[in-house]
């Protein structure tokens, strides 16, 4: 691909008309659908709160 001095320069902005639904909401609009009673019916999850005496730590030092 070669450029000569002096020639005519055609710019073409291409655009989408609209944008593409990025990733959580691409997946909150496509996701399964709850069809049967027992689905819809469903709860969410819900675990028992950890107190922090009982979280494990994240690292331990073994030797300096």
Same mark, same amino acid.
């Given at each position: 691909? #070669?450029?000569? /001095?002096? #020639?005519? /320069? =055609?710019?073409?902005? =291409?655009? #989408? *008309?609209? /944008?593409?639904?990025?990733?959580? *909401?691409?997946?909150?609009?496509?996701?399964?659908?709850?069809?049967?009673?027992?689905? =819809?019916? =469903?709860? *969410? /999850?819900?675990?028992? #709160?950890?107190?922090?005496?009982? $979280?494990?730590?994240?690292?331990?030092? $073994?030797? *300096?």
């Amino acid at each position: 691909m #070669a450029f000569t /001095v002096g #020639a005519p /320069v =055609r710019l073409v902005v =291409r655009a #989408a *008309k609209h /944008v593409n639904p990025k990733a959580t *909401k691409h997946h909150t609009k496509t996701r399964p659908k709850k069809h049967t009673p027992s689905d =819809r019916n =469903r709860k *969410k /999850v819900e675990y028992p #709160a950890l107190k922090p005496e009982e $979280i494990p730590p994240l690292m331990t030092v $073994i030797s *300096k």
